[in-house]
């Protein structure tokens, strides 16, 4: 039993007191009215900022690929025309660089388009072929330097060649038609003659174990194909094909050079090929000069204009896109023989 007298000192306490339960706190958001309904709103709001976020990421993109086509074709429409105007009294220049053969910068379709321009404008006193090149295809040659000799004789403006490192082969073919021919000292000018080169592996395979089944219509059909053998009669022939462009190439420098011409020179037509100072001595060439010599000097107008036509990023992207595209048409439609 317990004594009711009995009194306690003061602050004891017999048992300890059971806290009081906790209350819950104000932000746990499920304490709050309508907690799911908040929820749903909140998610259904980021999943709609989230598809806004996405169509206008999706509009720049398209945005922007129609920027970029819009700019390849103003790429491919823009030539490269003078910077300067073109009524002042200028010496108008074509660039003759690399490799001359078809769809390339000095393709005889850039190159005549260029000379035409440059002919045709009335500020321009003479037009000078810049050449830095080591040959290339007799036929683009050939249609060059017939057009030089048209535009002439219709503008009657002179037209000279101006070599820098390398005029050779097919570039000296251009080089002949115009009326005079400048050279660096150091140039490399020359190289009258004409090639067809190839491999031949048929020994290689031979010893390899490889069989080539090369199935032809005419019996001379692949007589330049590299895995089977050429007969003495193709080789006769490729080399009277060869010949005969060579004597075209011949009379053509010839009619060019004229009596500047030392023709009784050993080797002058042989493939060789020499200095510009001793192109000069062989009458290959007319003397030594630059650009800016030839402007200031010979044609009497210093300002150098550039008429130069040259293929631009948007046409070499628009070429491998079709090439690829047409590559695979053909490859998917070839069922039968074809003649190429």
């Not at 104000?26 to 907690?35: A, R, S, V």
């Not at 720049?60 to 491919?76: D, G, K, Q, Y």
């Not at 440059?118 to 057009?147: C, R, T």
Request: glycine share 8%.
């Amino acid at each position: 039993m317990t004594d009711s007298n009995r009194t306690e000192p003061e602050g004891f306490e017999p048992f300890e007191r059971a806290a009081p339960p906790r209350s819950m706190s104000k932000n746990d958001p499920t304490q709050q009215p309508d907690w799911e309904r908040a929820t749903l709103e909140k998610l259904a709001f980021a999943s709609l900022r989230e598809q806004r976020a996405t169509r206008r990421w999706k509009t720049f993109i398209r945005l922007s690929w129609l920027v970029f086509f819009i700019f390849l074709v103003w790429l491919a429409m823009s030539r490269g025309t003078p910077t300067t105007a073109k009524t002042t009294a200028h010496t108008a220049v074509v660039e003759i660089k690399g490799e001359i053969a078809n769809g390339g910068d000095a393709s005889a379709e850039f190159v005549i388009a260029a000379m035409k321009s440059a002919f045709e404008d009335d500020g321009a006193k003479g037009v000078v072929l810049l050449i830095n090149s080591p040959g290339g295809s007799p036929v683009q040659a050939g249609i060059i330097n017939d057009e030089i000799k048209r535009l002439r004789a219709k503008h009657k403006k002179p037209v000279y060649a101006v070599v820098e490192e390398t005029c050779a082969s097919a570039a000296y073919y251009i080089a002949a038609a115009t009326d005079k021919v400048f050279v660096d000292k150091a140039s490399i000018v020359g190289s009258i003659g004409v090639l067809m080169d190839g491999f031949g592996f048929t020994g290689l395979m031979d010893k390899v174990g490889v069989e080539r089944r090369l199935l032809t219509a005419g019996e001379n059909k692949g007589f330049l194909d590299p895995f089977s053998p050429m007969s003495d009669a193709q080789r006769v022939h490729a080399q009277k094909m060869l010949e005969q462009i060579h004597a075209q190439f011949i009379d053509v420098v010839k009619k060019g050079r004229g009596d500047r011409l030392k023709v009784d020179t050993p080797g002058l037509f042989s493939g060789l090929f020499w200095s510009g100072q001793q192109a000069v001595e062989l009458g290959l060439a007319d003397q030594l000069g630059n650009v800016d010599f030839v402007a200031r000097e010979v044609i009497k107008a210093e300002e150098v204009i550039d008429y130069t036509r040259r293929e631009n990023v948007a046409e070499k992207l628009a070429k491998k896109f079709g090439a690829a595209l047409g590559d695979a048409s053909v490859r998917a439609l070839r069922t039968a023989p074809a003649l190429r």
